[in-house]
């Protein structure tokens, strides 16, 4: 069984930076292409980024693009999300994700999922 931790959350300033990391235990980490989505109150789950298995390519939302930054480190079984220029907007609890194969940008197409860290980013 695959178990997915968020961590790194928090309250910031608009403009502020957080840096989330996903830690993940269970499954050859480096199998798997990994992703980050968000889901604001009274929202769809949103796609935020993905990263492929070797960390070669990444894939960004258009609402984050240019300002967060997706990595992994697969000696650690761990993927990261740094935020830089954050906006009140981006407030959302930020869940990691996996799946074997390519990425995806639908919340459908991820069999495994973090319980989500809290981002709050106050005006």
């Known amino acids: 069984q695959v178990q997915l931790v968020e961590s790194g959350g928090g309250l910031v300033q608009t403009g502020g930076s957080l840096r989330l990391s996903c830690a993940t235990s269970?499954?050859?980490?480096?199998?798997?292409?990994m992703a980050w989505f968000r889901q604001a109150p009274g929202k769809e789950r949103e796609f935020v980024g993905a990263?492929?298995?070797?960390?070669?390519?990444?894939d960004y939302g258009d609402a984050v693009k240019g300002r967060f930054t997706i990595s992994r480190d697969n000696a650690k079984n761990t993927m990261f999300l740094q935020m830089n220029s954050l906006k009140p907007e981006d407030t959302a609890v930020y869940y990691c994700?996996?799946?074997?194969?390519?990425?995806?940008?639908?919340?459908?197409?991820?069999?495994?999922w973090g319980q989500g860290t809290q981002v709050t980013v106050s005006s």
């Open positions: 994700a996996l799946r074997p194969g390519i990425w995806n940008r639908s919340p459908g197409g991820y069999p495994y």
């Open positions: 269970g499954r050859t980490f480096s199998f798997y292409t």
């Open positions: 990263i492929n298995k070797s960390g070669s390519s990444t």
